[in-house]
């Protein structure tokens, strides 16, 4: 049996019924080129010089008509379908991106080959982060000593991207030039308390450790995983350089987070650990889809309904307008 295939727009379930077109037509040229005799005589040049009716000048009508009905027919039989996809369900994830900005963040350390800031990594990586998730809403809060919600959790891509692309650190020594971790976690939480979706994810970058005392990190992550916020953190930074030498940064905090909620871990000493770590995350977090599913729905209706107007046609036709003398 051949297969079901498409024709404009159409599937076609039973194809093979097509193959009684070449029929239909193969018959009608045998029809119209033989040649039968409406009434016996013994020369048809007694009738030569006649004038043609218009009978017979539309004696062609019928037949041709007929032909027509058969190839309406047979397309009607070979059972054209439409195909119409059912919606996806896609049960989306809302993410919160929590950025640290304070002016630790000015460290060019991301890059050994030329001065990369820590900021401006986790900018651009963000950027392309939240880009590649299209069907998943993200939003993004910033933090120094205040945390602050740039933007809420959106399906625009583009307007996510117009704040991240002016998101940068605080003015060295001012009065919002502090680590608030805390805080931060408990404002995303906060934002994503107002979502349905049934996947709530934060993901917490910074380069130091909370020195704001509002809101403890350890009862922020509480607060996250009864609310059923998974928190991934990412430690970002080589170290710093101070009178006692080179210091690695420490994270335990951002591990304790991470851990309490149930989330991942991860140290970015480089703007290339930074981007798989980000890709990693991507890899994690995925959407729960559905396949594509579809609706099919007969359309014989009309190639049927013309191939019995015509066949009904070329019989009134040829019975009351052409009709011929045995």
Not at 3 to 16: C, I, K, N, R
Not at 39 to 61: C, D, E, H, K, M
Not at 283 to 300: G, K
Request: proline share 4%; charged share 25%.
């Amino acid at each position: 049996m051949i297969a079901a295939f498409e024709v404009v727009g159409y599937t076609l379930l039973d194809p093979w019924f097509l193959l009684a077109a070449p029929l239909f037509l193969l018959a009608g040229w045998r029809r119209a080129v033989t040649r039968r005799a409406a009434l016996p005589t013994a020369s048809a040049s007694l009738f030569a010089g006649l004038p043609r009716t218009l009978r017979q000048r539309i004696a062609w009508v019928p037949l041709l008509t007929k032909v027509l009905a058969g190839l309406c027919l047979a397309l009607a039989l070979a059972r054209p379908v439409q195909r119409d996809v059912i919606p996806l369900r896609e049960d989306g994830i809302d993410i919160v991106l929590v950025v640290d900005t304070s002016s630790s963040m000015l460290q060019e350390d991301m890059r050994t080959n030329d001065s990369y800031r820590r900021m401006d990594a986790a900018r651009e990586r963000a950027m392309e982060f939240a880009a590649a998730r299209t069907h998943d809403r993200v939003g993004l809060v910033a933090f120094g000593r205040y945390a602050e919600l740039r933007c809420p959790p959106t399906l625009d891509e583009e307007a996510l991207a117009a704040f991240l692309r002016v998101l940068d650190t605080q003015p060295r020594g001012s009065e919002f030039d502090a680590t608030a971790i805390g805080t931060a976690l408990a404002k995303a939480v906060q934002v994503l308390g107002k979502s349905t979706a049934k996947s709530k994810v934060v993901i917490l970058l910074s380069d130091g450790q909370n020195n704001v005392d509002d809101i403890d990190p350890a009862d922020a992550a509480k607060l996250a995983k009864d609310k059923g916020v998974r928190v991934h953190t990412i430690g970002l930074g080589q170290g710093i350089q101070s009178v006692f030498g080179f210091q690695e940064l420490s994270f335990d905090e951002l591990k304790t987070i991470a851990e309490t909620t149930g989330g991942l871990f991860f140290a970015a000493r480089s703007d290339s650990d930074l981007e798989k770590v980000y890709e990693r995350i991507d890899e994690m977090e995925t959407s729960e889809r559905e396949d594509p599913r579809y609706r099919t729905v007969d359309r014989f209706e009309w190639p049927l309904g013309i191939g019995l107007v015509l066949m009904l046609l070329a019989i009134l036709f040829e019975a009351l307008i052409v009709r011929r003398v045995p």
